[in-house]
């Protein structure tokens, strides 16, 4: 299965936008890229997700490079409530699907 | 209200007996899945299913069992042969794999 790559951790000030990155170079044709967010002691909450264009949501927008290899969620104003783990995924698409979560970028956002 | 719900929310066993841990969803998902989660860790799936009466092992099936008897209920029994069980577990569902998936909000299961 296509794996992703993300940073341990990220810092942000609050109200400024965040760019959290993501490389998947194995990714293939028919992957789909997800975003989830976890809070602690809960269950993830999805964010956004794509296949090939851009995608914009009132919670972010998906940024995917031409290529598929990489992608970057952005927050455009982040508050407090941000902080959380983001998980990068890949899911294939029909009846394949599943969703792998790796272990994440760890945001943390100051006031 | 739709949703996914996973119950108990904390669960403690002996060690050497099984447990059973439910999640139903009322979102007419076709897809269910079950994750473990250690501390500091991301998620791996245990389980998944795509449909009703079929499931498929994903990375860390061991020591794990599911059923598919209904479109609304995915339960996950730990067996003893599970080495390390205490984790936490999370159950989702979504329409398909390529849909958003809703998740529960855990069952936290301690074996002592």
């Known amino acids: 299965d296509a794996k992703t790559t993300q940073p341990n951790s990220m810092e942000s000030n609050e109200e400024e936008p965040v760019h959290l990155p993501c490389n998947h170079s194995?990714?293939?044709?028919?992957?789909?890229i997800h975003w989830y967010r976890q809070l602690p002691s809960q269950g993830p909450e999805y964010v956004i997700h794509g296949l090939t264009s851009n995608v914009n949501n009132r919670m972010a927008s998906l940024a995917i490079a031409e290529d598929r290899k990489s992608s970057t969620l952005i927050l455009h104003r982040a508050t407090l409530r941000d902080a959380a783990v983001y998980y990068c995924i890949l899911s294939k698409g029909g009846s394949q699907g599943n969703l792998i979560f790796g272990k994440g970028t760890k945001l943390s956002v100051k006031p | 209200d739709g949703g996914i719900t996973q119950s108990p929310k904390y669960l403690f066993r002996k060690e050497g007996q099984n447990v059973t841990l439910s999640c139903e969803q009322n979102l007419n998902h076709d897809a269910m899945y079950w994750y473990r989660q250690d501390p500091g860790q991301g998620l791996r799936l245990i389980y998944y299913?795509?449909?009703?009466?079929?499931?498929q092992k994903g990375d860390i099936a061991e020591g794990y069992s599911v059923s598919r008897e209904k479109k609304e209920s995915f339960p996950l029994t730990v067996t003893s042969a599970q080495k390390n069980p205490t984790a936490f577990y999370l159950c989702a569902s979504s329409r398909s794999g390529t849909e958003k998936a809703f998740f529960g909000q855990g069952t936290r299961l301690t074996v002592v």
């Open positions: 194995t990714i293939s044709g028919t992957d789909y």
């Open positions: 299913s795509q449909i009703v009466n079929d499931f």
